[in-house]
């Protein structure tokens, strides 16, 4: 009668006729009245011994089966698809053949343990190497004066302990090496290097009882009232206030700096070293106007001129007439500044189309507005079109 093999689950492996060898798995099933089957028997003892130790893989494994890969010294286990090693590999260079996603390797030269992720293999740790010393946060017994011990973490380079961390204050049995007490207090305690100087804690700390040596009260607060000889910053939008009846203000309104002068009606000014001389540059009047003594450049220049902003609209009349008794010139500026401008006299101008002249604080003609001379020239060639058309109509 034939023998029917079943796995644990209860599946059946095979069935095994009476006299019969069967091979369907990497072990051989005996049949009933199998002749010779000591030879058989013993070596599928010997393949249990030695995980079927081969250069190649079993080819009729089963789930759970294990082999030992020889080319590669690795142990392997079927998972039902593909075998998957389970042992860790000991090398002193990096393993390159027979790798799958899991494969852990023993850096025998750092003792370092890496796991394969598919493409490269990935540090599991230590994140030192022995040569090096240790390095990182690591969690440290120390005897306490008076009996016991307590848990520290200490944080480590290359070998050397840099800096102990204790939420409790310890005073320990000895002093630690590197460190200038046995008095540990709450928070961070940094060793103590032969050049204090460079051995410290850089970047931006949370608080302060001192700074440089000085108790934090002879500073600076930025929500109080306070003054100052030196600089400082203000970090509101509130900004700065300036002079003795806070004749001005800086401040940022939606990410807009603003200087505001508080004084009704008075100008804000702005100035230069010009030659070791401090001349005003720009000056913004009571009156939002506008000057400067230099030159102003710019791509272009627009005017507001909707009607919504007009009244008393009235037609240029006799602009032709008007700007025949100007007199355009080229001239040299005084100050040295421009030499060989052409332009109009303000006094010249003023007495025929004085809307287009400014006046000084003394009352007296000083600057022409060219751009509104555009409405005269256009009134004029209108006027010089309108000739020509009677000319033309005349000759025809």
Request: proline share 3%.
């Amino acid at each position: 009668m034939a023998y029917t093999i079943n796995k644990t689950d209860g599946t059946v492996v095979a069935t095994v006729q009476d006299g019969a060898l069967d091979t369907t798995t990497t072990l051989q099933l005996i049949g009933r009245n199998y002749q010779s089957y000591g030879e058989p028997f013993n070596e599928n003892l010997v393949k249990l011994l030695e995980n079927s130790s081969s250069s190649t893989a079993p080819s009729a494994p089963i789930k759970g089966e294990l082999w030992y890969d020889s080319t590669n010294t690795a142990l392997k286990i079927y998972d039902g698809s593909n075998f998957v090693e389970v042992s860790v590999r000991n090398s002193a260079t990096t393993p390159t053949v027979g790798l799958t996603t899991g494969t852990l390797w023993n850096d025998t030269t750092n003792d370092q343990l890496f796991m394969y992720d598919g493409a490269a293999f990935d540090l599991i740790g230590p994140i030192f190497k022995t040569g090096d010393g240790k390095s990182g946060w690591l969690v440290d017994v120390e005897d306490l004066s008076g009996g016991g011990t307590a848990n520290v973490l200490s944080l480590y380079q290359d070998g050397t302990r840099v800096a102990i961390l204790t939420k409790t204050a310890r005073t320990l049995d000895a002093t630690p090496t590197g460190f200038g007490s046995a008095e540990l207090a709450k928070g961070i305690t940094f060793y103590e290097d032969t050049d204090s100087t460079t051995f410290r804690l850089h970047g931006t700390a949370q608080n302060a009882l001192e700074l440089g040596g000085r108790a934090a009260s002879v500073f600076l607060q930025n929500d109080v009232n306070q003054t100052t000889s030196g600089t400082f910053g203000v970090l509101n939008n509130t900004g700065l206030t300036v002079g003795a009846a806070s004749d001005a203000t800086m401040s940022v309104t939606d990410s807009n700096f603003i200087i505001t002068q508080n004084n009704a009606d008075q100008p804000i000014i702005f100035k230069i070293n010009q030659g070791s001389t401090v001349t005003s540059a720009l000056t913004i009047t009571g009156t939002a106007d506008v000057s400067m003594p230099g030159n102003l450049s710019c791509q272009s220049v627009t005017e507001t001129s909707s009607i919504v902003y007009k009244e008393n609209v009235n037609p240029i009349n006799n602009a032709l007439d008007k700007l025949i008794q100007l007199t355009g010139v080229t001239y040299d500026r005084i100050n040295g500044k421009n030499k060989n401008e052409a332009g109009l006299i303000a006094e010249e101008v003023y007495p025929v189309i004085p809307n287009v002249v400014s006046k000084n604080e003394q009352g007296n003609p000083e600057g022409i507005n060219y751009s509104k001379l555009t409405a005269y020239l256009i009134e004029a060639v209108k006027t010089l079109k309108q000739e020509v058309d009677q000319l033309k109509a005349k000759q025809e």
